[in-house]
């Protein structure tokens, strides 16, 4: 093509860009025809920031050797499998995106919104663009081997390629299948790949955070991570990929010692209880906020009370419907609950307040555009996104998060 060709189709792009409103980012990607950059975005669900030493991590440990690693990721509240993934991947604080628990109620929908039934997979519960979104708009193939969210049509997009959530997919098999998508031939490879592991979070709430099984567990996952890196080298993709392996939280041990009842301040039957253990949700079924506020505000130490409005504004919090009127925030390591669910019990958990150290999470990534050794000071999940849109030359949606960690982490 001539060189005065070249320019008139570039225009010609730019003009039906601007006409599109699809930006010129989206033009860049219709006009490079070179191969796109490939991310491998994994979770290791319940993965607590200090696992990496705690535990024998030497796939984990050399994918930090020669990239980054965060002292510890800082989850944004509540502290949460779903609205942390979320947030991981639109860069927007529950609030905003709308997955503000697990299980949660909004005043315009007839039903719950729960993490492991049908209102999960209906986009009307889920704002913002994730990034498999971004990437598909941009003219990206994508693929999701597991993530909250993916099985919903949200802006009536789901992944190129994706599975439904399926807790008896070993890790392994897990593994196998990114390596699948990822030989395709070049057309229809996905440049962005999710792939996510729960078998860490599940141990330690079954058995502890020190039990012999969530030594198995970590192990497991490293071994996975170690299958997918050998994988990658194997079709050819290594020096081509970026990885990134994040948690969504971390974990804190329980004693059947740091026990807080309700019944003890309030009858349970006369409230609508929507989350217990590390973090309280709940409303007044005859509609006194103020009489249910004033029953539990400092009735324990360990547990602090608050109206939907006047959560502290660190915690990015407010401003949703969605979010239950009293809000309570155990003390790390406590568990609020009630006579009747305190056999429900775990042996660890997570939810509490962002700052606990033990609530942190992990943030390892490396890849052909990452500086080697380096060690950030923690930073909120909530910035991950910008950084994951630059390693796949993508325009970020609006979010909430900044570029610092683009910047801190990516040659120059």
Known sequence: MSRRRGIAVLAALLVAAAVSGTGLTSVRHQFNTGPAPILVLISFDGWRWDYIDRFPT???HALATRGARAERLIPVFPILTFPNHYTIVTGLYPAHHGIIANTFRDPAMPEWFT???ATAKDPAWWRGEPIWVSAIRQGRRTAAMFWPGTEAPIAGVRPTLWRPYDHAVVSPSRVDQVLEWLSLPEGDRPSLVTLYFDEVDSAAHDFGIDSPEVTTATAHLDAALGQLIAGLARIGLADR???VVVSDHGMTPLSPDRVILLDD???VDSVHLVDTDAFLALAPKNGDVNALYASLHGKHPALAIYRRDQLPPRLHYRGSARIEPIIGIPSDGWTVTT???VAQRHFATHGYDPQDRSMGALFVAAGPSIR??????????VNIYNFLCSILELRPAKNDGNTELTRRLQRR
């Open 58 to 60: 030497p796939n984990l």
């Open 115 to 117: 993490l492991a039934g």
């Open 241 to 243: 990929t970026t990885i």
């Open 265 to 267: 301040y309030i009858d």
């Open 339 to 341: 006579r009747a669910r």
């Open 372 to 381: 080697a050794g380096i060690v950030l000071a923690p930073f909120e999940n």
